[in-house]
């Protein structure tokens, strides 16, 4: 029988404003092995460990002697080191024991190495009898074996390791006995290990976890890859409650021999060979010293990111960094409740959060990890005029794309760089951001594989190191998706369903070429404050944001840009001036995945026009249809048949078909426009291309749909696909509102009604997941009348019966555009901006009822709160609990995971709580990503 501890069962939690949400980490990890890459251990050593680490004239020889003299190191092993066949838990104690010695013994040879107040200090404690703590009621019971963590969890506890190492330094110098000298530190020592068992340890102040097993380390890779996978658990959890932490570190015991295991946002990578601490002790003092000496960004933390304490009325303030406080109120503290002082543009300009608006991504391992926050700049703090959002992600990059500053010198350019070439020439007061860096560590740009991994190039993998589904053969016709979602909750960013962009969670008949690790820059972006289109405050404010929207995106389609990621969280309602001015305008954000091209191709034509009088006679004969010869010449430049292509657009709710057929009735009489080509680009590794709930089914399918042209095109995402996104953001809107403002969400989609008929049709078309979603949708179009028949009766008909007959047109053209690829198709954006106008010309005058009254007040009551945060905060007054937070003006991927288990929660006073009864559902769908 093993004398291994049995792997625990793992749950990580996601916090939201709402409510927690208990998530299943173990399939995420599962999911994160093909990104494993193994480095050499010669190159690990010198990129992560180099000599140079030490403090000048102590060296690794020198350490050595020192311990033996000890007596901590013996020639045959550490003290106290167990022999085969002992139990786990006999590990621990000998483990941290010798890796405090070592570290004792690093400040011991040279006492003044510690100059900068930041320096991480710390101490390897005992830990798998009880879980680190957390903010979090239903944390999981993670519980690492042991830990490297932050000598400042407790006062009294850093005080006592203070003293041991003063005590140690005076008797290492007198290099002699000295009876009372001996006795204190005993004593002392004695007292630490007393403390410690009692100590809490937090999670946001653990710096390494280490994972232990009693067994030889097998040869064979796939039998310790739940080991490894064990260890990689509690790394992604330091990374989920460090909000400041770029990647973590972590160490992997087999008896004596020791894995050493990296974890970022392009995934994991390991060290190659086990190290045999008993054979080989100069690597593990160098190891356990080097991570004793590392500056705080060496170790992964985020020296850009400090916690803002308020410490005095007018304004005085402290900024420490999250690894050094003590305190319990804050490590106690949910990470919504927390304020942070953050440097942007290398230091040019520093933010102060006035709250966190969103941080379910932050434990992402091969992903973007967005976080967001509402901000005001730090010199205004006090008395600010305007709220800003900082979005701070991990873009993937090409080898070609880092330090790019020109869209033209790079073959995928950053968000930042579309939202200047979608605004040059455009007032400063209308651009849709206010300016993005990469961010700056050291002077160099924060790149997973060229600042955190050092330049390290992983060895080949061999079929044995790629665990049991990476080099398996993908099924045909299988898409390539994600099993994590965020959990919405009305979390002002709107559901995303898909958040990985790296092909690293898929299932395991995917290609074994698209395990490919993608490096990833640092990435943060300003720009100013909006509320997601769900919480429009009345029918004309929505429409007219899903025209804003709409506008917004034939505005890159004529330059040759593709959105793909058009959904309800990246379509915003913004000011025109401030939120105490009514006026509002729909924007269109987030081109995080959106797609450039320099090609355009011309509308497809035909020069034979020898066909129309027969094309005339066969429309009245079989369809009682006439039409102008306009008509007929443009329906025949396409490749569908040009009588059946004008009978259905005759028969659409376009029209009235006992009228003369003509081209402007038919709205097909539009400037002409250029089409993006994007057939010779090349797919960028592990692209996806929208939220999935709002995708297209042909994006899903990867072909088209019922199309009954003559030709054989070749499938690409196109501006048709975007534009029946906006039309699913719509549906679901009318599907699952009764009218506008925040605590809007129908009666039958709360949490205590179940079994309902339009909590079953949300499920179908919105919250399921891809194959269901997908047939769902695919179903409708191949009989157009399923639309009709089950989805708008399910419409609110008290508030948006009125848009009934917008949705039902919009539906028709869709249709029509798939069908034939005529007009409706390469003229999509004038088709649907002409219903949505003429929808909005139908609505009676703007009046407020006390729905929109609501809204509009909840908009300026919360604008003016924000604007007090900060100034409240250093007066210390009693806060109630302000008005929900508009959604911050990106809303980039948020939604990662699938919901087993949710429940509300308090928070602090200062943090903006949507009630739980507005959320729609609590089933939340995966996102997809697909090339």
């Not at 967005?370 to 991990?394: G, Q």
């Not at 320099?598 to 006679?617: C, G, H, M, Q, Y």
């Not at 949507?914 to 609590?922: I, V």
């Amino acid at each position: 029988m093993s004398n291994s501890t049995p792997l625990k069962s793992y749950t990580t939690v996601s916090m939201t404003r709402t409510k927690q949400v208990v998530v299943d980490g173990q399939a995420a990890v599962d999911k994160i092995i093909p990104l494993l890459r193994l480095a050499s251990n010669e190159s690990f050593l010198d990129k992560y460990f180099p000599l140079s680490l030490l403090p000048t004239g102590v060296s690794v020889e020198a350490m050595q002697r020192v311990l033996r003299k000890q007596g901590a190191l013996s020639d045959k092993s550490w003290r106290n080191w167990p022999g085969s066949g002992s139990a786990e838990s006999r590990y621990y104690g000998p483990f941290t024991d010798a890796a405090n010695a070592i570290a004792k013994c690093c400040r011991t040879l040279s006492p003044a190495s510690r100059l900068n107040p930041d320096d991480v200090e710390g101490y390897w404690i005992d830990r798998h009898s009880k879980a680190p703590d957390s903010p979090n009621d239903d944390a999981s019971a993670d519980r690492p074996n042991c830990l490297y963590v932050s000598t400042h969890q407790n006062n009294e506890f850093k005080d006592i390791w203070d003293e041991i190492e003063d005590l140690r330094a005076i008797i290492l110098a007198d290099n002699a006995d000295n009876a009372d000298l001996t006795s204190k530190l005993e004593e002392r020592e004695t007292a630490q290990k007393e403390l410690e068992k009692t100590l809490n340890v937090w999670w946001r102040l653990v710096h390494v976890a280490v994972e232990f097993k009693p067994e030889d380390m097998p040869e064979d890779f796939k039998k310790w890859i739940e080991d490894l996978k064990q260890l990689i658990r509690y790394l992604r959890r330091m990374l989920e409650e460090q909000l400041d932490r770029r990647f973590v570190l972590g160490l992997l015991m087999f008896r004596d021999k020791m894995i050493v295991v990296h974890l970022d946002r392009s995934g994991p990578l390991i060290t190659a060979k086990p190290i045999n601490i008993a054979k080989d002790p100069k690597t593990f003092i160098r190891i356990i010293a080097g991570l004793k000496c590392m500056s705080p960004d060496q170790l992964g933390w985020d020296t850009t990111m400090k916690l803002y304490k308020a410490v005095g009325e007018g304004g005085e303030y402290e900024l420490v960094a999250s690894y050094l406080d003590s305190e319990k109120s804050y490590h106690d503290r949910d990470p919504y409740q927390l304020h942070w002082s953050i440097e942007f543009g290398n230091g040019k300009e520093r933010y102060v959060s006035i709250r966190v608006l969103s941080a379910v991504r932050s434990g992402e391992m091969c992903g973007r990890a967005t976080l967001i926050f509402e901000v005001v700049k730090f010199a205004e703090r006090m008395e600010p005029t305007e709220t800003k959002v900082l979005k701070r992600y991990w873009r993937p990059i090409e080898e070609s794309d880092l330090g790019s500053e020109s869209p033209g010198t790079t073959r995928y350019p950053s968000e930042g760089q579309f939202y200047d070439m979608l605004d040059k020439d455009v007032p400063a007061s209308a651009k849709r951001i206010n300016d993005y860096h990469d961010v700056m560590v050291g002077g160099a740009v924060d790149s997973t594989f060229r600042l955190i991994r050092r330049g390290i190039v992983p060895l080949p993998m061999t079929s044995k190191e790629q665990g049991p589904s990476a080099g398996s053969k993908r099924s045909r016709g299988s898409k390539q998706t994600r099993e994590e979602t965020d959990p919405d909750a009305e979390n002002y960013l709107e559901l995303k369903y898909t958040t990985q962009d790296v092909d690293c969670f898929g299932k395991p008949q995917r290609e074994k070429s698209r395990y490919v690790p993608v490096d990833r820059v640092h990435t943060e972006i300003l720009m100013p404050t909006g509320i997601v289109v769900k919480f429009f405050c009345d029918l004309r404010e929505l429409l007219n944001v899903f025209i804003g929207g709409i506008e917004d995106h034939l505005h890159a389609h004529k330059k040759g840009i593709l959105h793909r990621d058009v959904s309800g969280g990246n379509l915003l309602i913004f000011p025109v001036t401030t939120w105490d001015r009514e006026e509002t305008v729909g924007r269109l954000m987030d081109l995080d995945h959106a797609i450039i091209t320099d090609k355009f191709k011309p509308i497809p034509t035909r020069e034979n026009l020898d066909n129309i009088s027969a094309v005339r006679s066969l429309l009245k004969n079989n369809f009682n249809v006439t039409a102008m010869h306009d008509v007929l010449v443009e329906a025949d430049r396409y490749s569908a048949p040009t009588d059946l292509y004008i009978s259905r657009a005759a028969g659409a709710p376009v029209i009235n078909t006992s009228e003369l057929v003509t081209i402007s009735r038919l709205g097909w009489d539009q400037s002409e426009l250029p089409w993006p080509d994007f057939s010779s680009r090349i797919a960028r590794q592990g692209e996806r291309s929208g939220t999935l709930p709002f995708m297209s089914p042909e994006v899903l399918f990867g072909n088209f749909i019922n199309y009954k042209g003559y030709d054989r095109q070749e499938f690409h995402h196109n501006s048709v696909h975007d534009l029946e996104s906006f039309f699913w953001v719509l549906v679901r809107i009318c599907l699952t509102r009764r009218g506008p403002g925040l605590g809007m969400v129908r009666e039958e989609l709360k949490p205590n009604s179940k079994g309902n008929p339009l909590r079953i049709i949300v499920k179908e078309y919105f919250e399921s997941d891809e194959p269901n979603i997908k047939e769902t949708k695919y179903q409708l179009f191949l009989k157009e009348s399923r639309f009709e028949e089950d989805l708008i009766p399910f419409f609110d008909k008290t508030y948006f019966e009125s848009l009934r007959p917008l949705v039902l047109k919009w539906w028709a053209t869709l249709v029509l555009a798939y069908c034939f690829h005529g007009n409706e198709y390469y003229h999509i954006h004038s088709h649907i901006l002409r219903l949505l106008r003429d929808s909005l010309r139908t609505l009676p005058a703007s009046g407020q009822d006390e729905a929109t009254a609501k809204e509009i007040r909840r908009r300026k009551k919360y604008y003016r709160h924000s604007l007090k945060i900060i100034a409240n905060l250093h007066r210390s007054v009693e806060q109630c609990t302000p008005p929900s937070s508009p959604a911050p003006s990106e809303a980039s991927p948020q939604y990662r995971r699938s919901v087993q288990k949710a429940s509300t929660f308090t928070i602090h006073p200062m943090i903006i709580q949507p009630s739980f009864e507005d959320s729609e559902t609590d089933l939340r769908p995966t996102k997809k990503r697909a090339v």
